[in-house]
């Protein structure tokens, strides 16, 4: 990919850039303001032209997330957001209303080499990272989208798209500190989730870099054997590494756990796996969010039914466990959870 995205850079950055361009340092903070409100070169009105012409001489370029195509469900009103980026590829997000305010699912790579057995995300593996200004430009993109209408913004995101948010660590990080500047869109962290598949090392070394969204862990099964065939990472890291690594992160952060399990027909949904399930988590300051499958047509995998899921639900909750379904919002347009994927891409190349 040719050229350097202006998303990317912080302030503090813009200042050393724009310095080195024999700019006043105020233009930094300007520049920051316009590249948060989605602006292009032309729509930055109090911006010399000269200096911009040479920013873009320079290969610089403001934006590098382009919506191509907004997919709202008839049923709850979720949108599905195709983004084109610079170098032609597509990822998705979606846009999830609720009472207490909006939230975005942003994609952290193109692809992912998780390749999870329900999901599909990691059918074609991963093309590559995102930079942390494409991470952003997702949620600016949206914000802009819905400016001149009466909805509110992006108000809580959830690290949840396509790709495994600490596989791409560094990227990922910075994006939470622009995200979370006072002086940009200034999201507060603590409306932040990050879900991952269970990365113990980044998790730790999330904790220890002073992070703190709230981490959601794709667990899936109550056992080691059963992990591993839905879950290849379950090979490197046993469930036993992911409760000690998310207990060392508990205490650091001081935030609640959430597990994430998606309910498998005739796999994970009988009731000794509730009991297993229970047996893991006791003790723990956590919260279970039971999950139907959501149907990918290459996986092959049915959900569970509301019965098999209730009384699941029913096992952990006589056992003291907290425990809610999580309602299912997007999946007659492809967007709820396990759908996001490249198909787009794929059709339009076709």
């Not at 032209?49 to 001489?57: C, I, T």
């Not at 979720?78 to 939230?103: A, H, P, Q």
Request: hydrophobic residues 35%.
């Amino acid at each position: 990919m040719t050229g350097k995205l202006l998303s990317d850079y912080s302030v503090e950055e813009l200042e050393s850039l724009v310095c080195s361009l024999e700019q006043p340092r105020f233009r930094a903070k300007q520049l920051y303001e316009w590249l948060n409100k989605g602006e292009n070169f032309d729509g930055m009105r109090n911006m010399p032209k000269s200096f911009l012409d040479v920013l873009s001489q320079d290969g610089f370029y403001p934006q590098g997330v382009q919506i191509v195509k907004a997919l709202t469900s008839p049923t709850d009103g979720t949108v599905k957001y195709l983004y084109r980026l610079k170098d032609g590829n597509i990822i998705e997000g979606v846009l999830m209303k609720y009472k207490y305010g909006n939230t975005l699912c942003v994609s952290t790579q193109v692809g992912c080499r998780m390749n999870c057995s329900f999901c599909a995300s990691g059918l074609d593996g991963l093309i590559r990272n995102l930079s942390a200004g494409e991470i952003l430009g997702q949620v600016v993109a949206v914000n802009r989208e819905n400016s001149s209408q009466s909805e509110r913004g992006v108000t809580n995101i959830v690290l949840m798209g396509s790709g495994e948010p600490l596989d791409n660590y560094d990227n990922v990080c910075k994006f939470l500190n622009l995200v979370s500047d006072e002086r940009g869109l200034n999201i507060s962290r603590r409306n932040i989730s990050l879900s991952t598949c269970g990365l113990c090392d980044k998790i730790i070394k999330l904790a220890d870099d002073g992070f703190s969204p709230t981490l959601t862990i794709s667990l899936h099964a109550p056992n080691d054997e059963m992990r591993k065939e839905i879950m290849p990472i379950a090979k490197k890291y046993s469930i036993s590494d992911i409760i000690k690594a998310v207990k060392y992160y508990f205490d650091k952060t001081g935030r609640r756990i959430i597990f994430e399990y998606s309910m498998i027909s005739g796999k994970n949904d009988g009731e000794d796996c509730a009991r297993q399930l229970a047996d893991v988590v006791k003790g723990l300051a956590c919260h279970i969010n039971l999950i139907p499958l959501n149907y990918v047509k290459e996986r092959g995998l049915a959900g569970s039914n509301k019965k098999s899921i209730y009384r699941f639900m029913s096992v952990l909750e006589s056992r003291g466990i907290s425990v809610t379904v999580r309602r299912s919002m997007g999946s007659d347009i492809e967007g709820a959870c396990g759908q996001l994927r490249r198909k787009v891409l794929k059709d339009e190349s076709n």
